[in-house]
């Protein structure tokens, strides 16, 4: 299964350290949909590559988007093409039976209530002890699927490829014509910290 991850990329450390492709971020996780960072630590990621990269550019909904704007904490965002071993499975909660049988409703999955949708993972992270993570729909655009990875996937991961995103990459216009962002090519950043997609 092939799965996309937008992230600030750091190209001088292996894929499992601070700024790869493959670095859970429990440390400073808690605040995200599925976070739970005293049981585990997880990774957001789409099936969709557009699905990845609007996640990250939501930030700019009603301005612009300018080249330094593909950069946080000075690093620049890549889109990452992770391939996930067919051997694993995921908890999907587009499925009525997964969700009739984790007494859990749409609204519960699609819910901007964090302890609510964090409770929820946290319990099926507990249940389905082999599943990789948690296969739910984007906020933006239902046919989209986010997939949440639990860091006990990490053995069944690896990089197909990393590259880093720029203005005029097709795959960033897309993200920028669905959020309705204009492309600015003359325009300072604005030097955006937010580091790790939590929706």
């Known amino acids: 299964m092939i799965v996309y991850r937008c992230f600030p990329w750091d190209s001088g450390v292996d894929a ?57 904490s000075g690093l620049p965002l890549a889109l990452a093409t992770l391939v996930l071993a067919d051997t694993t499975s995921l908890v999907d909660l587009d499925e009525p039976l997964v969700l009739a049988a984790a007494r859990l409703r749409p609204s519960h999955v699609a819910s901007y209530e964090r302890p609510r949708t964090q409770e929820a993972a946290a319990a099926l992270h507990e249940r389905y002890e082999s599943a990789a993570g948690l296969r739910w729909w984007s906020s933006f655009e239902s046919s989209w699927a986010n997939v949440t990875l639990f860091d006990r996937a990490l053995e069944a991961l690896s990089v197909e490829e990393v590259r880093p995103l720029r203005l005029e990459d097709e795959i960033v216009r897309e993200a920028a014509s669905f959020l ?19 929706t």
């Not at 699905?51 to 990250?56: D, I």
């Open 16 to 72: 499992t350290s601070p700024g790869g492709a493959l670095w859970f971020p429990r440390e400073l996780q808690g605040d995200g949909r599925h976070d739970a960072p005293t049981r585990y630590g997880c990774l957001y990621a789409s099936e969709t590559a557009a699905s990845a990269v609007v996640e990250e550019l939501r930030c700019f909904v009603g301005t612009g988007l300018a080249g330094p704007d593909l950069r946080r």
């Open 180 to 198: 309705g962002l204009r492309i600015l090519h003359h325009r300072a950043g604005r030097g955006l910290l937010r580091s790790h997609r939590s």
